[in-house]
Antibody
Framework: QVQLQQWGAGLLKPSETLSLTCAVY????????WSWIRQPPGKGPEWIGK???????DYNPSLKSRVTLSVDTSKNQFSLNLSSVTAADTAVYYC??????????????????WGQGTLVTVSS | EIVLTQSPGTLSLSPGERATLSCRAS???????LAWYQQKPGQAPRLLIY???IRATGIPDRFSGSGSGTDFILTISRLEPEDFAVYYC?????????FGPGTKVDIK
């Protein structure tokens, strides 16, 4: 059974850097992409980006200038850094696995495992 | 970026009734790379459907998905008490993998 456990600071001041780390237990680490998704209070989720075991990344263009994803394959962990935060970055942040399900010639990549979520509040 | 719109915003139904949730995309989603999730308060979303119509492992068969192109439907055939939640669609066809704003299914 795959489990994701995340941690990091929950209260930041404007202009600081948000840092979260997610550890993966169970299953293959190298065979998947690993993602960060955030959800502002009362709103739908927002895709931040994804990274694989070799460090290949894909970022949401709306956040790309401030986001850095990194991976530590020796610990089966991946991390999110978001710089210059503002109140608009207040949200629950989730780490998650991008699954891989193939049927015939089609391979689907839904998000199938999620961390417990971390509420990050940006306030002066 | 593909923008997803969900309707209705809120659906008020009674247990045992049928729920029909809509997700519309701003452009064609190739190969039906559309997923549905259920979220309850204080919890992470849970994967229900991927590939527009394929139930994820352990999902009851009262949940079904359909559609292609730009229009997709999630149907819950008979609502159970545990089905009252918020439902999100997500496209996994092109980056960024955007989500819809959600449909809340609440008890009438």
């Amino acid at each position: 059974q795959v489990q994701l456990q995340q941690w990091g600071a929950g209260l930041l001041k404007p202009s600081e850097t948000l840092s979260l780390t997610c550890a993966v237990y169970g299953g293959s680490f190298s065979g998947y992409y690993w993602s960060w998704i955030r959800q502002p209070p009362g709103k739908g989720p927002e895709w931040i980006g994804k990274i694989n075991h070799s460090g290949s990344t894909d970022y949401n263009p709306s956040l790309k200038s401030r986001v850095t994803l990194s991976v530590d394959t020796s610990k089966n962990q991946f991390s999110l850094n978001l710089s210059s935060v503002t109140a608009a970055d207040t949200a629950v942040y989730y780490c998650a696995r991008v699954g891989l399900y193939c049927r015939g010639t089609d391979c689907y990549r839904p998000v199938d495992y999620w961390g417990q979520g971390t509420l990050v509040t940006v306030s002066s | 970026e593909i923008v997803l719109t969900q309707s209705p915003g809120t659906l008020s139904l009674s247990p045992g009734e049928r729920a029909t949730l809509s997700c519309r995309a701003s452009q064609t989603i190739r190969s039906s790379y559309l997923a549905w999730y259920q979220q309850k308060p204080g919890q992470a979303p849970r994967l229900l459907i991927y590939g527009a119509s394929i139930r994820a492992t352990g999902i009851p068969d009262r949940f079904s998905g359909s559609g292609s192109g730009t229009d997709f439907i999630l149907t819950i055939s008979r609502l159970e008490p545990e089905d009252f939640a918020v439902y999100y669609c997500q496209q996994c066809a092109s980056s960024p993998f955007t989500f819809g704003p959600g449909t809340k299914v609440d008890i009438k």
